[in-house]
């Protein structure tokens, strides 16, 4: 059974940093990337960072991107994001997904269907 397990969040000023990391076991299949989601009161689950398995090409939202850099480790099965200059704005439990095998997706930041399995979240607070 895969499982993802989140850790690293926690409350910081605006300004500050956060690193993310999300632990993949029970993988019996190769899958295409890992992405990182994250969710605000009231609103939808947007998609954050993706990294793609092959080649490690990384992809961003518009609204982190410069700030935020996903990274893996494929030898720890591990996925991490690194969350600078962060701002009130970036406040929200954050999600770690993997596909089921391959989603089909090469580029850019897959939609929330497209992944399958889901860490528990972890709290990112960002205080003004």
């Known amino acids: 059974q895969v499982q993802l397990v989140e850790s690293g969040g926690g409350e910081v000023q605006a300004g500050g940093s956060l690193r993310l990391s999300c632990a993949a076991s029970?993988?019996?299949?190769?899958?295409?990337?890992m992405g990182w989601f994250r969710q605000a009161p009231g609103k939808e689950r947007e998609g954050v960072a993706t990294?793609?398995?092959?080649?490690?090409?990384?992809y961003y939202a518009d609204s982190v991107k410069g700030r935020f850099t996903i990274s893996q480790d494929n030898a720890k099965n591990t996925v991490f994001l690194q969350m600078d200059d962060l701002k009130p704005e970036d406040t929200a439990m954050y999600y770690c997904?993997?596909?089921?095998?391959?989603?089909?997706?090469?580029?850019?930041?897959?939609?929330?269907?497209?992944?399958?399995?889901w860490g528990q979240g972890t709290q990112v607070t960002v205080s003004s």
């Open positions: 990294i793609y398995t092959a080649g490690g090409s990384t």
């Open positions: 997904a993997a596909p089921y095998g391959d989603n089909g997706w090469r580029t850019g930041v897959p939609p929330r269907r497209a992944f399958a399995y």
């Open positions: 029970g993988y019996t299949d190769r899958r295409n990337c």
